[in-house]
């Protein structure tokens, strides 16, 4: 099964998203964009890809480790972009724009815990951001590249995670369907 680590977004946050997106795809209706369903936006923490259903308690038991000592996170998702880049777009993103640092050392620990269950850790710098949507070819980008510059400064909301979440991802042809298999509460928090 495809698991990876997530902080869950508040209903508020996703709806902004979720709107936002909507806004973008009006704008630029002929951009290859497959757009995020707003119940399967989050916050990456780990993506461990295919992983055997005997190793999930191993893994809850790692992130445990990591979550009982790290403190909630006060968190403000704001601001639009693409990585790599402009130039050639491969995911729209919203970002993260207090609570990075803290979001940060999360996913290092989270990596830091893995890794000794055969995880490797990413090689890329964090960057903690919510997926709106990946650009499937740049054909009808150019809209898209506008109306994401005009948007770029919005704020979406702010909110305090509490909880890490392990989940699976069933792929269907209509997209992703994410099934929590462990909820793991920060340090003082009831999940």
Do not use: K, N
Request: proline content about 7%; aromatic content about 6%; charged content about 20%.
């Amino acid at each position: 099964m495809r698991c990876f680590v997530a902080i869950d977004l508040p209903p508020d946050v996703r709806d902004a998203l979720h709107a936002t997106a909507e806004r973008l795809r009006a704008g630029a209706p002929r951009a290859d964009v497959r757009w995020t369903a707003a119940t399967a936006m989050h916050l990456t923490l780990a993506f461990l890809g295919e992983v055997a259903e005997e190793r999930v308690t191993a893994i809850r038991d790692a992130l445990a480790g990591v979550t009982s000592s790290t403190p909630p996170i006060a968190l403000v998702c704001a601001s639009l972009g693409t990585f790599p880049g402009a130039a050639r777009p491969r995911v729209v993103w919203a970002g993260i724009a207090d609570g990075l640092r803290e979001l940060g050392l999360l996913a290092a620990g989270v990596a830091d815990a893995l890794e000794p269950l055969g995880f490797a850790p990413e090689r890329r710098p964090f960057r903690g951001h919510v997926t709106l949507g990946r650009v499937r070819s740049p054909r009808g980008f150019d809209p898209l590249a506008r109306e994401l510059d005009a948007a770029a400064r919005a704020t979406f909301g702010r909110w305090t995670a509490s909880h890490v979440v392990l989940y699976r991802s069933h792929l269907r042809r209509t997209g992703s369907v994410y099934e929590a298999l462990a909820v793991l509460p920060l340090a003082g928090a009831v999940a």
